[in-house]
């Protein structure tokens, strides 16, 4: 096998690619595998400038000189620091972390999880998650920050609410801790609606 | 140094690596077609030359912006046989993309002539000048 079809083929240049691809999630099919093809084309191309050097391919070096995948998308996909006026503060640091495949994943885990772990705070946290990533529509952002005090007003205030759900303090505790599983979902479900 | 001076100096320090990041990230695409307009480059050896500039840090960085220039209709590519391996993608500015780079010319004159003029007018302008 030549040298640029080992280095395509290295276990590690292959995870490197499939990083990248899911990093380009919010490009379309077509664009991601432009760029997709071009970083491939960069790495073969760098395998055999090395080659007709007289040096042995190193897929590390040539993987380190492309840069990290996520910062690679970010510029793919226009949402550097440049388009978007990000700094460099903690705040700036999470969103562009949340807005991550990474962070989103980490939004909808927290989301369904905090509250049951750390009541209120949990999804108070959750919530800034939400709020802070700029993944998330504006709408979607609304509508997940609605849902648990938007049911809990109904439980306690509905007529039809207390009668449909036995109103009791058992019930309650059911609802906190049903609500924050439905705004995961929905957080899930404006995913794949994106996704598509 | 006093307290109060150290902590000034620390909050209104310039953000010397997000100005540069900002001002690199918005000239790469101009830059960038500059360097076709003097001859067409496939991937590497472009991002190499950019890297080079310091306008890019990772290579894989200008792969996204190329897309986009393509779908522009700014650059357009074409497969050219390579004399160490297979044909290698070559990228090639389009009359669009030198017309844009044209105006790019002039907005950049009229930018860093004021940029100039501005920083040229301030009482530090003596002490800008011995640091560089």
């Known amino acids: ?196 | 140094m006093g307290w109060n001076a150290l902590t000034a100096t620390l909050y209104y320090m310039f953000p010397t690596e997000r100005v540069q990041t900002n001002l690199r990230k918005a000239v790469l695409e101009w830059c960038t077609l500059a360097l076709l307009r003097a001859g067409d480059m496939y991937g590497r050896d472009l991002a190499v030359r950019l890297g080079d500039l310091g306008l890019i840090t990772g290579y894989g960085s200008i792969y996204g912006p190329l897309a986009r220039m393509r779908d522009a209709g700014w650059v357009e590519t074409r497969w050219v046989e390579s004399p160490v391996g297979p044909p290698r993608r070559y990228y090639v500015i389009t009359p669009d993309g030198a017309d844009a780079v044209r105006g790019f010319e002039r907005t950049w004159l009229n930018l860093s002539t004021a940029v100039d003029a501005a920083l040229g007018s301030g009482p530090s302008h003596g002490n800008a000048k011995e640091q560089l």
């Open chain 1, 1 to 196: 096998m030549s040298s640029e079809r080992e280095v395509l083929h290295d276990p590690v240049t292959q995870a490197y690619l499939n990083e990248l691809g899911s990093e380009l999630d919010r490009l379309s099919p077509g664009a991601r595998s432009q760029v997709l093809d071009q970083v491939a084309e960069h790495i073969r191309d760098a395998a055999l400038d090395a080659s007709a050097r007289g040096e042995k391919p190193d897929v590390a070096d040539i993987l380190r000189e492309l840069g990290d995948p996520r910062t690679i998308a970010m510029a793919a996909q226009g949402r550097d620091s440049a388009g978007t006026g990000m700094g460099t503060s903690a705040v700036d640091r999470l969103s562009v972390f949340l807005d991550s495949r990474k962070g989103m994943w980490w939004t909808i885990a927290t989301t369904a999880v905090a509250s049951y772990l750390v009541p209120f705070a949990g999804w108070i946290a959750a919530m800034v998650m939400v709020w802070v990533s700029p993944r998330w529509s504006r709408t979607a952002k609304i509508v997940a920050t609605l849902i648990v005090p938007v049911g809990v007003l109904l439980f306690l205030y509905a007529p039809w609410g207390t009668n449909l759900l036995f109103f009791d303090g058992g019930n309650l505790q059911l609802l906190l801790y049903v609500a924050p599983l439905l705004t995961a979902i929905w957080l899930l479900f404006r995913t794949q609606r994106r996704a598509e």
